[in-house]
């Protein structure tokens, strides 16, 4: 019987990594078509380094401030990627906005995590973003990485509700366990190929699109 290679993965952290270690579990199954391959940060203190190093796979830390410009960074972390042998990149919490080069590079083969229903509250402080705006319902999305910010085509989405007395703490959390859920679900349709960016659109097999031609899990 022949041995199906699995995507080799990337994550890219600047702090715990919550997220990351919800994709490092999914990954431990058998049946799961990614392996994770690499975890670097731009930050050398990211605990999310030793979390990684524990379970056994091969970490980076590239201090961003020790590079004379983005351009310079970027060039490191392309040459630790391609001696990994790197398929695809994961961004899990990473906290730098990448050259444009860069960026265009890995078109297709970077995807990443964000907390907000996208287009809706692009940046930091989402939460935050979210209550002044008195939405109702908020939550998080997966998306292809391009060069404007937050703004790639969307993979996944999961929802949750703004209950009454909410705060940007009890809101970030409920949607925490959201994007432990939904971001291994993303990986697994990017890496095992059902889904895939043709131009700038998201394309899906047959078995994984809903009739209204979106993926939102609820």
């Known amino acids: 019987m022949a041995v199906v290679r699995k995507t ?15 994709l490092i579990a999914a990954a431990e199954a058998s049946d799961f078509p990614a392996e994770i391959v690499l975890v670097a940060a731009n930050r050398p203190e990211a605990p999310g380094l030793a979390f990684a190093a524990a379970r056994g796979i091969p970490t980076r830390a590239l201090d961003h401030k020790a590079y004379p410009s983005r351009e310079a960074f970027d060039g490191a972390l392309q040459a630790e990627l391609a001696a990994a042998g790197i398929d695809l990149v994961c961004l899990a919490g990473f906290m730098r906005i990448f050259s444009a080069g860069f960026v265009e590079a890995w078109a297709g083969r970077m995807i990443n995590i964000h907390p907000s ?6 940046g ?15 939550g998080c999305t997966v998306h292809y990485v391009v060069p404007e910010l937050d703004a790639g085509p969307i993979i996944a989405q999961a929802a949750v509700p703004v209950r009454p007395g909410d705060d ?22 990017v890496a095992g190929g059902q889904v895939r960016l043709e131009g700038e659109r998201v394309v899906f097999s047959d078995d994984v699109v809903p009739a209204d031609g979106a993926l939102l899990s609820l």
């Open 124 to 138: 930091t402080h989402t939460h935050e973003q979210a209550l002044a705006a008195g939405v109702r319902l908020h």
């Open 8 to 22: 080799r993965v990337a994550i890219l952290i600047s702090g715990r990594g919550s997220n990351m270690a919800s």
């Open 168 to 189: 940007a703490d009890t809101l970030a959390a409920r949607i925490l366990v959201q994007e432990h859920r939904l971001y291994p679900q993303a990986l697994a349709l």
């Open 117 to 122: 229903l996208l287009p809706l509250f692009k």
